[in-house]
Every structure is written in structure tokens, then in C-alpha cells.
């Protein structure tokens, strides 16, 4: 047993660094420091901090965790010249990027989890699991999304440009869509006074479930697009 969390360890260790370009320290003080720069920004601003303010500054940062990761981690691979390892062993491929996916999402957990109850401790009363999980979805989405996109253009610069794009065009109607079950970027914790409460609960509850099942489509699309060896050796 003991030997078996010291092989899980070196492994989580040895796929965190080609995750991360080698370059993981850099992502989490960046978060950090975009964290704390929204913050500032907001305490010196003159309105009010309300659990609404606390999801839209966790958000931005759990999305930059995994936004890296998923959209460069084809190319690390490459450039780490380790693809044609990894498609040297049968079905191995997709369980290895699998796995990526699962230490990303578990390290932008963690650390998302610290900011809420950093939030809650220093700033506003907020429910830090709960507040957790609701950033976690858009980071799920777009981070799955960023995940099946590099699968298919197989460069981190381009995917991230698309991304970008993408993130673009949301921001762009989200004036339009407002506060449907289609707008990602829709606040859970921001109801409107001009709205039934349940109603918006409701909308907020559907929007959830179709970014989640959005996820898993990317998720299987895109490590079944890892099984093509072709397209990436």
C-alpha cells in the first residue's frame, strides 16, 4: 500500500510539471495575483461587496488555472517528446490525458476552495463550498472545451486564440441572452429585483446542468480524438 501512493505520488508530481510546462508555480501565483488585484479593486470601488461580488472574482481565477493547461497540454506533450511513448502502449493515450484533465481540475479545486474561504474569513460571509463549486463549472466548461479543441488543432497558441474568441463573442451577447440558461458568465449569486427568485434559482439550476453536460460531450469528443495516433505524431 505504502508503495502504491509513493508511485501515484511521483506520478501526480511527474504529469503536474509537463501539465504545466514545468511552470505551475507561475500559474498559482498568478491567480493568486489576479485574485487579490480584483480584490483591491473592488474594495476601493464604491459599491458594496455582496456574495455576487465574491463568484465574479473567484471565477476569473479558477478559469486562468486550467485555461493553460488544457489548451497547451497537447503541445507540451510534443514538445516534451513523449507522444510517441505515449501511444506506444495500447488504449494508453486517452487514460493518460484522462488523468491530466482529473489533476487539473483537482488543483483548480483546491485552490479555488482557498480563495472562498480566504473570501469568507477577510471580505464577505460566503457559503466557501458552495461558492466553489458554482466557479467551478465555468472553469469545467471552458477548461473541456480548451481540452477538445487542442485535440483538434493540436497548438496551444491557436486553441487559446479561439478561446479567447469564443470568451469574446459570450461577453458580446451577454447583454443579449441576460439572464438565460445560455449565458455561462451568468451569476448565481446576482438575482435580479425585477425577477421571481424561484424562477431565476430555476434558470441558474438548468444553465449549470447544460455547461456540465456540454463537459462530458467535450470531454468524450476530445479523448477520442486522442485515440487518432496519426494526427499527432
Known amino acids: 500500500m505504502v508503495q502504491f501512493w509513493i508511485t501515484l505520488q511521483k506520478l501526480v508530481q511527474y504529469n503536474i510539471k509537463i501539465i504545466f510546462g514545468n511552470k505551475f508555480l507561475y500559474f498559482m501565483l498568478s491567480a493568486l495575483a489576479f485574485y487579490v488585484i480584483t480584490v483591491i479593486v ?20 479558477s478559469i ?5 493547461p488544457m489548451c497547451f497540454g497537447i503541445q507540451n506533450d510534443q514538445d516534451a517528446k513523449i507522444v510517441e ?6 488504449n494508453y493515450s486517452y487514460k493518460v490525458w484522462l488523468l491530466r484533465l482529473i489533476i ?15 473570501t469568507d474569513l477577510a471580505i464577505v460571509s460566503v457559503p466557501p ?15 473541456t472545451l480548451s481540452f477538445m479543441l487542442s485535440t483538434m488543432i493540436k497548438n496551444g497558441n491557436g486553441t ?34 425585477d425577477k ?12 449549470r446542468m447544460n ?4 463537459s462530458v460531450l467535450f470531454i468524450i469528443f476530445g479523448l477520442n480524438n486522442t485515440r487518432n495516433r496519426e494526427k499527432f505524431i
Do not use: R
Open 42 to 61: 473592488k474594495l476601493l470601488g464604491d459599491d458594496e461587496i455582496t456574495q455576487a461580488t465574491a463568484y465574479s472574482m473567484l471565477m476569473l481565477p
Open 64 to 68: 486562468l488555472l486550467v485555461f493553460y
Open 85 to 90: 511513448i505515449i501511444f506506444g502502449i495500447p
Open 104 to 118: 487539473s481540475y483537482v488543483i483548480c479545486f483546491v485552490i479555488t476552495c482557498f480563495l472562498a474561504l480566504l
Open 129 to 143: 463550498m458552495g461558492l466553489t463549486l458554482q466557479a467551478m463549472v465555468p472553469a469545467l466548461f471552458i477548461g
Open 160 to 193: 487559446s486564440v479561439v478561446i479567447i474568441i469564443i470568451g469574446l463573442l459570450f461577453s458580446m451577447i451577454q447583454g443579449a441572452i441576460g439572464d438565460s440558461q445560455w449565458n455561462i458568465f451568468l451569476n448565481p449569486y446576482d438575482v435580479p429585483i
Open 196 to 207: 421571481n427568485p424561484q424562477i431565476f434559482f430555476n434558470t441558474v439550476f438548468h444553465c
Open 211 to 214: 455547461m456540465l453536460i456540454a
